[in-house]
Antibody, heavy 119, light 107 residues
Framework: EVQLLESGGGLVQPGGSLRLSCGAS????????MSWVRQAPGKGLKWVSA????????YYTDSVKGRFSISRDNSKNTLYLQMNSLRPEDTAVYYC????????????WGQGTTVTVSS | EIVLTQSPATLSLSPGERATLSCRAS??????LAWYRQKPGQAPRLLIY???NRATGIPARFSGSGSGTDFTLTISSLVPEDVAVYYC?????????FGQGTNLEIK
């Protein structure tokens, strides 16, 4: 069964850091680009970041550039999101998702991990 | 970045009716548009990719059309389980932005 499982969320103070992980199973992880999408409480989906299958190319939305870093370890079938200088507006459920084919669409999603930035 | 505007914000229809959801892009995205459904308390699910291609396991009553800046998701005959928020997303340019969503209610 194709599956994604996020972990690493929690409560952090403004200015703090957190690293999210997403474990993948049931597919050839290294063959697919991956992404992080977040959803603030009661709000819509916001695309955050993506990484190519071999990890050589990364993309970010403007609001997280310079603060967040996406990476992957294909030997461990794991995707990461390092989040630094966190702000209250980063509070959200963070989903990892698998792109199908060449970024056609995200066909597999995890259940999400909650990040709360508050003092 | 490309802004996607979805309309209407809320759609309330009866079972068996046809739902038409719209997504308009601030600039051309060619056919590089996807649709997702997010049921309450669940992660999103891909319905349509590249404007008109149904994702695996999606029934034929879901269809997508459009190109350039104007796109439509049609659900031909609503069932109660279609209650959800529907989002469009473009992959034409980075960042791969989402629309703000259409909330579909079933009367």
């Amino acid at each position: 069964e194709v599956q994604l499982l996020e972990s690493g969320g929690g409560l952090v103070q403004p200015g703090g850091s957190l690293r999210l992980s997403c474990g993948a199973s049931g597919f050839t992880f290294s063959s697919y680009a991956m992404s992080w999408v977040r959803q603030a409480p009661g709000k819509g989906l916001k695309w955050v970041s993506a990484i190519s299958g071999n990890g050589g190319t990364t993309y970010y939305t403007d609001s997280v550039k310079g603060r967040f870093s996406i990476s992957r370890d294909n030997s461990k079938n794991t995707l990461y999101l390092q989040m630094n200088s966190l702000r209250p507006e980063d509070t959200a459920v963070y989903y990892c998702a698998k792109y199908m084919g060449y970024y056609y669409g995200m066909d597999v999603w995890g259940q999400g991990t909650t990040v709360t930035v508050s003092s | 970045e490309i802004v996607l505007t979805q309309s209407p914000a809320t759609l309330s229809l009866s079972p068996g009716e046809r739902a038409t959801l719209s997504c308009r892009a601030s600039q051309s995205v060619s056919s590089y548009l996807a649709w997702y459904r997010q049921k309450p308390g669940q992660a999103p699910r891909l319905l349509i990719y590249d404007a008109s291609n149904r994702a695996t396991g999606i029934p034929a009553r879901f269809s997508g059309s459009g190109s350039g800046t104007d796109f439509t998701l049609t659900i031909s005959s609503l069932v109660p389980e279609d209650v959800a928020v529907y989002y469009c997303q473009q992959r034409s340019t980075w960042p791969h932005t989402f629309g703000q969503g259409t909330n579909l209610e079933i009367k």
